[in-house]
């Protein structure tokens, strides 16, 4: 998946195709999720409270901040965007299952 918005150019663009093709890769993503201010709205105060989560040891340490936050960004997405649908309910516990029980700290154990 490729975060298209990002300042990917042209050239960029053929040059990863063509990588894929030669490597056998069977799909090519461009993201169509970009929210105009979404790091500031939601990226930053969420690295923040994985930073103090990590202070207090209830979520691991031997990972950046930024990392946990992107993979929780990118299990969203990729639940989100996965069939079959589930119910909110049920998709927020797997999302929020599967993710913490990576994140936990020694503390959260």
């Known amino acids: 998946m490729i975060e298209g918005q990002e300042g ?3 050239e960029d663009w053929v040059a990863l195709a063509e990588a894929c093709e030669a490597n056998g890769v069977e799909a090519l993503f461009r993201s169509d999720h970009y929210v105009s201010g979404f790091d500031e709205r939601i990226g930053v105060p969420l ?3 994985m930073a103090r989560g990590q202070g207090s040891g209830d979520i691991r340490k031997d990972v950046p901040a930024a990392w946990l936050t992107e993979a ?3 299990l969203v997405v990729s639940v989100m965007a996965s069939a079959p649908a589930l119910g909110t ?3 927020i516990a ?3 299952n599967v993710f913490l029980d990576g994140a936990r700290g020694e503390r959260g154990s």
């Open 8 to 10: 990917v150019t042209w």
């Open 94 to 96: 797997a999302i929020s």
């Open 47 to 49: 690295r923040n409270l």
């Open 72 to 74: 929780l960004f990118g």
């Open 89 to 91: 309910d049920d998709t």
